[in-house]
């Protein structure tokens, strides 16, 4: 069994506030070392803090750990690997497969009120960071959209113009639209009531859905947007994305 975790620190008082937070649910994949060098490259000059956890005790953390000894001067980590699964999945109680409560969990984790999320097989464009938070002012959140790349050979597939296009958009806009989570930023204090949904995905959404419920909440909340794609997201070759962009699909 691997440790329950660990802190990294910055040289600032752990107790202040980052300027903003990112959250990484993480199945501790080789490719989070990619997706870590993309927080480290932000133009951003104010201090990030890397929140990362793996809702099943992964067996292996070394590289993890490797590429958070390369971060920058003015990014800090926690890392949460718990004992146990919190999803129905792999015997939890909560009802998301995709992790269970752990987004949730890091999201209230942070010690930034604005919060980031990337995957640990994405990567951002060096201006997401600064772009969500010029866009996110005076408003609960902000979201930009998303490059498709090929998830074997990183290629450019196309920007997203169906699924995560925001609120009224796109083939969910009748169920109020969808934003992927890493195209997102969150005021956490403002959005704090929405923040549990993305442990459940509710009665009429399948269990790897919780995505799509958390996003029809934040709908109905004030939000900027980027306009323009700042992450690079890597999807598989049985994608419906894929028919989409090849018959330049409409909704």
Same mark, same amino acid.
Request: proline share 6%; charged share 25%.
């Given at each position: ?59 292996? &953390? ?23 699964? &919190? ?161 330049? &699909?409409?909704?």
């Amino acid at each position: 069994m691997l440790p329950i975790g660990g802190y990294f620190p910055d040289k600032l008082d752990p107790q202040a506030p980052a300027q903003v937070a990112v959250v990484t649910p993480s199945l501790m994949r080789a490719s989070i070392r990619t997706a870590l060098e993309s927080v480290y490259a932000q133009d951003l000059q104010g201090r990030i803090q890397l929140v990362i956890g793996a809702d099943l005790n992964p067996t292996d &953390t070394e590289h993890v750990y490797a590429a958070l000894a390369d971060r920058p001067d003015h990014v800090s980590a926690v890392v949460l690997t718990l004992p146990y699964s &919190t999803s129905q999945r792999h015997g939890g109680v909560h009802p998301a497969w995709d992790g269970g409560a752990l987004r949730t969990i890091l999201s209230f984790m942070a010690n930034a009120r604005h919060v980031a999320y990337l995957d640990d097989d994405n990567v951002w464009t060096t201006d997401h960071l600064s772009s969500l938070l010029a866009a996110v002012q005076g408003r609960h959140w902000a979201y930009s959209l998303r490059l498709l790349l090929d998830e074997d050979t990183g290629d450019e597939l196309g920007v997203d113009r169906w699924d995560a296009v925001g609120p009224g958009k796109g083939r969910f806009k009748d169920q109020g639209g969808m934003v992927d989570p890493n195209c997102l930023l969150l005021d956490k204090v403002l959005c704090a009531p929405a923040l549990w949904q993305w442990s459940d995905p509710g009665p009429k959404l399948k269990r790897l859905e919780a995505d799509r419920r958390i996003a029809a909440t934040l709908a109905r909340f004030p939000h900027g947007e980027v306009g323009r794609a700042t992450v690079r997201y890597r999807i598989r070759p049985t994608n419906i994305l894929r028919q989409f962009l090849r018959e330049g &699909t409409e909704f």
